[in-house]
């Protein structure tokens, strides 16, 4: 499964950004998805995770309220809507999938390619 996570760029506090990551590959296989970010310095974290249907979802406290993750299993589609932007919201932010649920907690198994998003004050 190759993952190609898209959407990043320069935004100013308080605007919106939508994260797109698109799957390609051995997809026939569900996957639970969500994102990751990982500012300078710091470790990378976990942000939003989305299960196979859409049915359960979890968020890091940090952007509960702010971010929405959906996914579109007809294209092979997850997205992270990105709503009142903060400065430490700036980070490269990646997308991945696992087996499991929760996201992470038994190991991703793919990972995509960083997109930045970096927010200035």
């Known amino acids: 499964v190759q993952l190609q996570a898209s959407g990043g760029g320069l935004v100013q506090a308080g605007d919106s950004l939508r994260l797109s990551c698109a799957a390609s590959?051995?997809?026939?296989?569900?996957?639970?998805m969500g994102w990751f970010r990982q500012a300078p310095g710091k470790e990378r974290e976990f942000v939003a995770g989305?299960?196979?249907?859409?049915?359960?979802?979890d968020y890091a406290d940090s952007v509960r309220g702010r971010f929405t993750v959906s996914r579109d299993n007809a294209k092979n589609t997850v997205f992270l809507q990105m709503n009142s932007l903060k400065p430490e919201d700036t980070a490269d932010y990646y997308c991945?999938?696992?087996?499991?649920?929760?996201?992470?907690?038994?190991?991703?198994?793919?990972w995509g390619k960083g997109t930045l998003v970096t927010v200035s004050s």
């Open positions: 991945a999938a696992g087996t499991h649920w929760p996201l992470g907690k038994y190991g991703i198994h793919y």
């Open positions: 590959g051995r997809t026939n296989i569900n996957y639970v």
């Open positions: 989305i299960s196979t249907l859409g049915t359960r979802i």
